[in-house]
């Protein structure tokens, strides 16, 4: 079983604040990308390995790959950083399987239908909706860009967001 060391929404994904920042900080072996778009473009993959630091394996699971990775031993071995582009495909790798304990909210980009969440997050009614649900369902929501950045928790950043 792999020690998940931080689950992360970041659109983003493999780029200088994981692969720079967040490897070293919790000496992470690995990162496992998850999302159906990412895990069938070979290019992507071979680019998210090109960029990662020297010793850091990088995997790409479609959803239901990285249900049965989870099921068969937890992503086998290692310190591990699991990556999401997006909330709604972390919400449902939750839903079918993959049993994070708490998820760190990085960057979402602004878009329509958005409003400014926090920092380098902007969220939908919906996106907000689905935090709410994986929070009620025992998972630890928080917002954080960097590691020197103060955790945030959900509630008050739901508040904000429900206020504007």
Same mark, same amino acid.
């Given at each position: 079983m792999?020690?998940?060391?931080m689950?992360?929404?970041?659109?983003?994904?493999?780029?200088?604040?994981v *692969?720079?920042?967040?490897?070293?900080?919790?000496?992470a072996? @690995?990162? =496992?990308?998850?999302?159906? +778009? #990412?895990? &069938?473009?070979?290019?992507?993959?071979?680019?998210?390995?090109?960029?990662?630091?020297?010793?850091?394996?990088?995997?790409?699971?479609?959803?239901?790959?990285?249900? *049965?990775?989870?099921?068969?031993?937890?992503?086998?071995?290692? @310190?591990? =950083?699991?990556?999401?582009? +997006? #909330?709604? &495909?972390?919400?449902?790798a939750?839903?079918?399987?993959?049993?994070?304990?708490?998820?760190?909210?990085?960057?979402?980009?602004?878009?329509p239908?958005r409003?400014? *969440?926090?920092?380098?997050?902007?969220?939908?009614?919906?996106?907000?909706? =689905?935090?709410?649900?994986?929070?009620?369902?025992?998972?630890?929501?928080?917002?954080?860009?960097?590691p020197?950045?103060?955790?945030?928790?959900?509630?008050?950043?739901?508040?904000?967001?429900?206020?504007?």
């Amino acid at each position: 079983m792999a020690v998940v060391t931080m689950t992360r929404v970041d659109a983003r994904l493999v780029h200088g604040q994981v *692969a720079g920042r967040w490897i070293k900080t919790l000496d992470a072996t @690995r990162i =496992i990308v998850i999302g159906d +778009d #990412i895990a &069938t473009d070979p290019f992507m993959v071979e680019l998210f390995r090109l960029t990662s630091p020297p010793g850091t394996k990088i995997t790409a699971y479609t959803i239901a790959d990285a249900v *049965a990775e989870w099921q068969k031993d937890e992503f086998g071995e290692g @310190r591990v =950083i699991l990556l999401f582009r +997006d #909330i709604v &495909t972390a919400d449902k790798a939750w839903r079918a399987g993959v049993k994070y304990k708490e998820i760190n909210i990085g960057q979402v980009p602004g878009a329509p239908n958005r409003k400014l *969440a926090w920092a380098t997050v902007s969220l939908s009614n919906e996106e907000m909706a =689905i935090l709410e649900r994986l929070s009620d369902d025992g998972v630890r929501v928080y917002f954080q860009a960097i590691p020197d950045d103060k955790q945030q928790p959900l509630e008050p950043v739901a508040r904000k967001f429900k206020s504007v």
